[in-house]
């Protein structure tokens, strides 16, 4: 901070907030540019500043703190930049000090906001992309006068109580002497034009609010939260100004089979424990229809199948990630008789029936010797 707030007011760190208020009193007469000529407009926005921090606890303690909350680039989300120091001065000396210097009239043309709308797609929406049409409710030009405000589409014409300034001044005698002030103009609303006959529809404004569809080119690969910008497809300003953009946030559904991380998809088929002891081809849906994979014989319970380029489309690039099918194997419940004995005349011709010995006994989890990475790297190969 290259300004101390302190030693503008002249007072000392720990001055109370009458202090404050008493030091803003003195220095913002001895520098207001009405008063002191307007060389002394930087020093009079110093005092502004410094009171406007010094007199806000908040703001002070973070001052203190070695924030100054006044300047946008500190990050203090909850400042408001002080520009307008008319209103401070005024509530001590009353409002004849406020718009003293002479201003432009307002332009009747204003940019239009921008429009923030939402949009849910599916992630196989997300996966190729999609054009969906949206309605949004939003000021559009007027169309029957195009903006113009006018019913016979006339210009508007300079207004004869301010001649065109916008603002209307006047002089007061006080006892800080003589202050000239401005405020915008009663007829004109500070336009410095007038329309004689107001468009019926918009009443003048040059605009409407209304129900639009708007058609949006949703990307592929675009992920849940992200935003598409329309440019000049938001709010219409008064008078017919330029169209603000429209911000799309866009939210992806979960989908019941398919979980995205990053470019690539995941699911989990659970197969009959014979496919795979013995091996198995069989089929699945993908985003790209049914697909035939392959599970071969001895494999174990969550081995991966890769399935190549079958993934979500990587944003702005025609490339793909991949499907990884992740197998589950069931172990056969509710047996007849006959499937027992099968069962047994297995485990018996494996020796496993009069072992009392497990396979292993660990510490951990025991899941497969090989771990998960390695198996995808397997299936990758
Ligand atoms: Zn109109
Ligand atoms: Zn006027």
Known sequence: MDKNYYDILGISETASQDEIKRAYRKMSRKYHPDLAGPEFEEKFKDVNNAFDVLSDPDKRRLYDQGVDPNQASAGFAGAQQFNNFG??????????????????????QQKGRDTLTNLTISLQEAAFGVQKTIEIQTYSLCPDCQGTGSQHNK??????????????????HTLLGQIMSSAPCDRCQGYGTIIEDPCLQCQGQGRVKVKRKVSIKVP??????????????????????????????????????????????????KVPMA????????????FDGSQSIEINAGTQQEDVIVKKNLGMTRLNSDSRGDLYVHVQ??????????????????????????????ISQESQPIKNKKSFFDRIKDALN
């Not at 409002?95 to 332009?107: K, Y």
């Not at 992920?223 to 008078?239: C, F, I, K, P, T």
């Not at 496919?275 to 993908?286: E, F, K, P, Q, Y």
Request: hydrophobic share 30%; charged share 25%.
């Open 329 to 358: 194997i069931e172990i056969p419940i509710n047996l007849t008789t006959h499937q027992k004995e099968l069962i047994e005349e297995f485990a018996q011709s494996r020796k496993e029936t009069d072992n009392t010995d497990p």
């Open 275 to 286: 496919w795979a002891v013995l091996g198995h081809t069989l089929d699945i849906n993908t």
């Open 220 to 269: 592929a690969g675009i992920n849940d939260g992200m935003r598409v910008r329309l440019a000049s497809q938001g709010e219409v300003g008064e008078g017919g100004g330029p169209a603000g953009d429209l911000y799309v946030n866009i939210t992806v559904k979960p989908d019941k089979v398919f979980t995205r991380q990053n470019d690539d998809l995941h699911c989990w088929v």
């Open 155 to 172: 210009k508007p014409i300079q207004c004869p109580d301010c001649q065109g300034t916008g603002y209307k001044q006047t002089i007061r």
């Open 87 to 108: 209103d401070i001065f005024s509530q001590f000396f009353g409002q004849g000090f406020t718009n003293a210097a002479p201003q432009e009239h307002m332009s009747r």
